[in-house]
């Protein structure tokens, strides 16, 4: 199994409902414990995110284009974060889910380092590592319906612009969509097979110009009007 | 990469501790400048007590210590673990080689744990220069040159206290002022040729190919070549992101940086060669005055190191 994300770049409009709904899940999930907050109320909060949204230009105007661009871990096949950790707290599961263990981590930030994606945040406040855990919590949770064992950042998504499934099997969604759309991954340059992947904005369809709509408009009411005419 | 006052600290004193443990015990093997017991078994000391310091240094880098016992355990793969396995071994095998040399021991016994203090010192150099070159986002630190740099300049560091103590001690100080003098050479052409590879940002990622939009991106036409920019980093205050990896240096203050570690770290200690007055005071001073100018070097190479996350955060090249 391969399990990881689908993240749509041409539906997701950067609402952030991932990241939030993320940090809720999370931060009551035994998988890692409490997300730290700090000062949460005060002039510079700060805390522990598994999914952060960014947001870019790409191109000039007026050839340009706004991309909201979410980040969370990637679940890669060669995972470096797991590799260099010295003390086994970093694992990688059957299912491709890459889960730090809370009682083994030290804190010493190796992993982060060899995150290129900043999957990884350190929590102050037990000194150790944390990083999405891909709800593992909730996807195989048998007291849920079927359609609610996903990770959460995928219910919440307003767009759909999130999908959760297996990349090892061709028939699943995520596998087809990914084909269909010429899904990529990121920085595959650094050789970490990354499995979750991006879709690329779709090719917007022409807007039809005012002529154009009168005559569309005609020709439907002609056609709607025919029947009761010849009647 | 934030440069972190315990780790610049660690590589630094553990690396002329080790560079001088590997001197001494090969000086001791090969009979080389025929050094006292009293020189050796002190610069073999000098050594693990710079060691341990940095050891101790590095453990204040943890942010959850008490698991730091796990460390051993990942031997077959983390170069932070392999570390720690060799550096834990050193102790015990430096230790006892030691207790030989003040006894005066000779014998076979000594001469392989000699060897083996040299091997092991030599592991834990390279296994600490590993753990920076191993790491792929990070493109200063993911050449070979940073292993290099990591041996050679650990040996350099320890060629200078090991002339100091041969000053002290030793009948004749200038075979080790010789040592001193090629390792200082060496080290400064490996730091030279450090920084003119990281110089070379041909291979740079760029925030286009962070995000996937190199080859172009459909838009309300086709954008072809496109480059980004960030509009919005997402967070109302820094985050652990930025705090470890945002650090930022001016260019202008690399450039003097550099010229101060020059000068500190091989400059001013290469002319106390050249002038090679044989007194232990001025080559300690020497010797010390490197491990300043190598304290510098050290907090550049994390202040000069940018890690692919900082694409995301708008960075347009690594």
């Known amino acids: ?231 | 990469m934030k440069p972190a006052v315990s780790i610049i600290f660690f590589t630094v004193s553990s690396g002329a501790g080790l560079g001088l443990l590997a001197l001494v015990a090969l000086c001791d093997t090969f009979a080389f400048g025929s050094l006292p017991a009293h020189a050796l078994w002190r610069g073999a000391l000098l050594g693990v007590v710079l060691v341990a310091a940095g050891l101790a240094s590095s453990v204040l880098h943890l942010a959850n210590p008490k698991n730091a016992w796990r460390s051993f355990s990942r031997f077959k793969t983390s170069w932070l673990s392999r570390e720690a396995v060799f550096a834990a071994a050193l102790f015990p095998v430096s230790g006892l080689y030691i207790v030989l040399v003040i006894q005066s021991k000779g014998g076979a016994s000594r001469i392989l744990l000699a060897i083996l203090t040299c091997a092991l010192a030599w592991a834990v150099l390279i296994c600490t220069a590993m753990i920076y070159a191993s790491l792929k986002p990070i493109r200063q630190w993911h050449t070979r040159w940073t292993p290099v740099n990591y041996v050679l300049l650990g040996h350099w560091s320890g060629a200078l206290l090991l002339w100091a103590i041969a000053c002290a001690y030793a009948t004749r100080s200038a075979p080790f002022l010789l040592v001193a003098g090629v390792f200082g050479l060496a080290a400064l052409a490996a730091k030279l040729a450090y920084w003119h590879s990281i110089g070379d940002d041909a291979q740079a990622l760029t925030l286009e190919r962070a995000i996937g939009v190199r080859e172009g991106v459909h838009g309300p036409g086709p954008i072809s070549a496109a480059h980004a920019r960030l509009l919005d980093v997402g967070h109302s205050h820094g985050t652990f992101l930025t705090s470890e990896f945002g650090f930022q240096l001016a260019q202008r203050h690399a450039r003097g940086l550099r010229g101060v570690a020059l000068a500190l770290g091989f400059g001013l200690p290469l002319a106390w060669l050249v002038v090679g007055v044989a007194h232990w005071q001025p080559a300690l001073a020497a010797a010390v005055c490197c491990i300043m100018g190598l304290l510098v070097e050290r907090w550049l190479f994390f202040a000069e190191a940018k890690h692919t996350v900082r694409l995301y955060h708008g960075d347009p090249r690594t």
Request: hydrophobic residues 35%; glycine residues 8%; proline residues 8%.
């Open chain 1, 1 to 231: 199994m391969k399990l990881g994300l689908v993240i749509d770049l041409d539906t997701c409009v950067g609402c952030h409902a991932c990241a939030t709904a993320c940090k809720e899940w999370n931060a009551s999930s035994k998988v890692n414990g409490a997300l730290s907050d700090y000062e949460p109320f005060g002039a510079e909060p700060s805390g522990v995110w598994f999914n952060r949204v960014r947001h870019y230009e790409v191109g000039d105007y007026p050839e340009n284009k706004t991309i909201n661009f979410p980040v969370c871990c990637m679940h890669c096949a060669d995972a470096d974060c797991v590799t260099v950790c010295p003390t086994g707290a970093s694992y990688k599961r059957d299912d491709g889910i890459v889960l730090v263990d809370q009682d083994k981590c030290m804190g010493c930030n190796l992993c982060a380092w060899a995150c290129p994606y900043g999957a990884r945040e350190l929590d102050q406040v037990p000194g150790t590592m944390k990083k999405c855990t891909l709800c593992v919590d909730r996807i195989y949770d048998e007291m849920l319906a079927p359609e609610d064992r996903q990770p959460a950042c995928v219910l919440a998504c307003p767009t759909h612009a999130r999908m959760f499934g297996d990349f090892d099997d061709p028939q699943s969604e995520v596998s087809r969509v990914t084909a269909e759309r010429g899904g990529f991954g990121l920085l595959p340059e650094l050789g970490y097979a990354p499995v979750s992947r991006y879709l690329p904005p779709r090719q917007p369809q022409p807007v039809i110009d005012a002529d154009d709509a009168r005559a569309l408009l005609e020709r439907g009411l002609a056609s709607l009007a025919s029947p009761v005419i010849r009647r």
